[in-house]
Each structure stands twice: as C-alpha cells, then as structure tokens.
Nanobody, 120 residues
Framework: QVQLVESGGGLVQAGGSLRLSCAAS????????MGWFRQVPGKEREFVAH????????NYADSVKGRSTISRDNAKTTVYLQMNSLKPEDTAVYYC?????????????WGQGTQVTVSS
C-alpha cells in the first residue's frame, strides 16, 4: 500500500503562488509516476502535471503550462508543484496521484486532496 500525504493548499490572491507537496510512504515501487490532478464540483477530475521518477521527465496540462513546475525529491519520495501566477480558475481540490505499473497494468493511488482557492 502507498499512502500519500498532501500539504500546501490554501487561499491565495490572483497572481500569487502556492507550493503543493505530496509525500509517499509505504511500499516502494521501482517504477512509478507522481503528479497532481484537480477537481471542482460538477466537473471531472483533470490532469495537472506529473513527473516520472526514473528520469524526472514531466508533463503539464496546457492550462498550467508555463505557470507551474513539478519536481521531486528522490530521498523523500516527495513531489512538489510550484504554482505561480494563480488564476481564479485554478481553484479546485488538488489530488496527489501515485501511479505504478504492475504486470503491465497501471495502479493509481490517491491522496485525500488539498483545497486551493484563488480569489479574484
């Protein structure tokens, strides 16, 4: 089992910044990806960013590209999402995601979510 502990959410004014953190603990997998999704009421959960642990390669949603940076700490199995120039539309519950592949199948683990609210 993998447990994910998120932190860093809060209320920030438009144009401000937040740094989200997610620490994974429990079972260690040799190959995995960690990242972030977000969800607002009435809408589906959407991808924000992820980072591949093996080589640090990253992907970003178009909505946050250029404003956000995802990074990792190998020793702590922790992923960070630095969000700058925040917009009201960034308001959502942000969920940490940990994905590993077992026998060719993707397995997702999720954090409880952390609220990000951007005031206009």
């Amino acid at each position: 089992q993998v447990q994910l502990v998120e932190s860093g959410g809060g209320l920030v004014q438009a144009g401000g910044s937040l740094r989200l953190s997610c620490a994974a603990s429990g079972r260690t997998f040799s190959t995995y990806t960690m990242g972030w999704f977000r969800q607002v009421p009435g809408k589906e959960r959407e991808f924000v960013a992820h980072i591949r642990w093996s080589d640090g390669s990253t992907n970003y949603a178009d909505s946050v590209k250029g404003r956000s940076t995802i990074s990792r700490d190998n020793a702590k199995t922790t992923v960070y999402l630095q969000m700058n120039s925040l917009k009201p539309e960034d308001t959502a519950v942000y969920y940490c995601n940990y994905r590993t592949t077992v026998w060719g199948l993707n397995n997702d683990y999720w954090g409880q979510g952390t609220q990000v609210t951007v005031s206009s």
